[in-house]
């Protein structure tokens, strides 16, 4: 409940006797005091909306939120409730005390102008920034600037068409065998039971990003200690509850480093939604446990180093760090000087993308796996899809190669997953730059910005906006966008991502295009921030997806498995993902 100046007043009137001093003081602390008191609460920016019983409340709409996503692990989801409850495209937040609102903007046409011609007004957040200080000298922590566009350049063959395929691809075919391989397992010791895959698709993307930094060098890996585990296991170790129950199975140990990778991401999201990200990232720099992690961290990657610097010396340039020390060496030659490779961007900027790829991927990985077990009709016009596109795999009874995968076209399967991603983005954060506006509101420098991915114009019909309060640029450009806005946008529809060229249903590449600008998509992000790895994820989730879909028919999970909630960081990855599985017909 807000304080009243009389409340004040009667209070030191109450405690100090009635001299003159006193009596002045009686009127000017109270006045201090509530002077002080009003000019800490929130600041609303005038014209946007907000709540008001929160502008009321030195901690703003942090009780409400913290709330209710420690109930449900999502910041997004009540973000979209805040949109929705002030039915407003622009609304603002109160959420650290003391500071400027947060601004949420739910329009997709502004948003995408802003990560796309507004660069200069709106940049890396240094609320995000600050959180991911544990990761050092990785690009993804910087604003835009030299140290953003060297990192950059380091690392940009590592998207290229030929990288990809001859490295990376291939890693994720065989990870992929690998995976199939303990399913068939676990298939056989429980069948017909469910059994928690999550832990499944995180080793595997992890063992993909290991390769792809450090090729064959990298040995310690960690799907390949669960397969060695359940290889060993009979029949009756394994304990059979009611058939609706899950079957726990064992698992292998993994290398220090490895914790490494699972911990940072964590660190990351903990220190963003600290009331003092700086202060708690020293803090947690003191502790034992924190150090581990980094130590841990800092060695393997410098043994990592260290192996693609004596293949590079010897003339092999194949994995992504043999590339980066190729990539140093030509701009040390360039630039006249000798080159550093002991330069720490080397050991921080490949475990950032290490811990990023593995995280992302994993998640995104397990929803497909969710929505396939849940729509047997998406899973079976997929599978039919694989079967008539792969025809030569399929009548000599084997698996596709990664070539032949590679080289086939699959639109269906390419809009499943992009309609996985858009059901399932995180808001992405800007700040603004420079004192600028945002649908004719004012929003001042050191603002920070939510571009909501997950209310009107993604999951519900978008706002009705007046042209004329859009930016410029905004007015100016080419509307992309072409699908229906009346279909239900919160079902799950790969569809809406195709355009057809034939009459009829049929969905292979004779009858239909894939075209991901059919709507907005905020998942990746757009413009010269938008995510790097998105050539590398795509390519991990739709090998992985058509093995799965191709070896397995995916049953529905129990009821009590089988739900869609999430936890948000630097990802929206499922709280739970359990596989019910038979062979493939």
Known sequence: ??????????????????????????????????????????????????????????????????????????????CAKQVKQMN???????????SKPWILLADFRESKDILTRRAMEFDKSSYLSDGMACMGAFHGVYPTGDKFRANRQLIQDLMTTRFLHNHVGPAVYGKGLELMRLWEMKMSLAPGRPFSAKQDFEYASLDVMLEFAFGKNWVQTALGQQVDVISKLGASDVQLGAPDQPVSFPSGPIADFL???????????????????????????????????????????????????????????????????????????????KPDFDNRVFRDEMFGDIVGGHHTTSGAMMWLAKYMSDLPQIQTKL???????????????????????????????DAIIEEMLRINAIPVTREATRDTTILGFPIKKGTQVFLMSNGPGFLSPPFAIDDRKRSE???????NASWDEGRDLSVFDPERWLVRKTEGDGVLAADVDFNGAAGPQLVFGLGPRSCWGRRLAHLEMRTILAMLIWNFELLQSPPALSGYSGLEGIARVPQQCFLTITKAR
């Open 1 to 78: 409940m807000p304080l009243t100046f009389d409340q004040v007043s009667s209070f030191f009137g109450e405690v100090l006797p009635l001299h003159p001093f006193y009596v002045a003081l009686v009127g000017i602390i109270p006045l201090s005091v509530f002077g002080l008191y009003q000019w800490l609460l929130p600041q609303p920016i005038p014209g946007i909306a907000y709540n008001a019983k929160a502008a009321k409340s030195l901690f703003g709409d942090a009780p409400a939120m913290v709330k209710e996503v420690r109930l449900t692990g999502e910041f997004r989801v009540w």
């Open 88 to 98: 407003s495209p622009v609304c603002q937040i109160f959420i650290r005390p003391f």
């Open 259 to 337: 914790h490494s990778v699972y911990e940072a991401p964590e660190i990351v999201e903990r220190t963003i939604n600290a009331l003092m990200p700086r202060w708690q990232t020293w803090w947690w720099s003191k502790q034992s446990w924190y150090r581990k992690v980094f130590n841990d961290k800092e060695r393997a990657m410098k043994e990592g180093v260290a192996t693609g610097l004596k293949n590079f010396g010897a003339g092999h340039v194949e994995t992504g760090i043999e590339h980066m020390l190729m990539r140093e060496a030509a701009r040390a030659e360039k630039e006249g000087r």
């Open 383 to 413: 599978r039919s899809v694989l079967y008539e596109t792969l025809e030569a795999p399929k009548q000599e009874n084997r698996l596709f190669t990664f070539d032949e995968l590679r080289q086939a076209k699959l639109p269906y399967l």
């Open 473 to 479: 640029t905004s007015r100016a450009a080419k509307l």
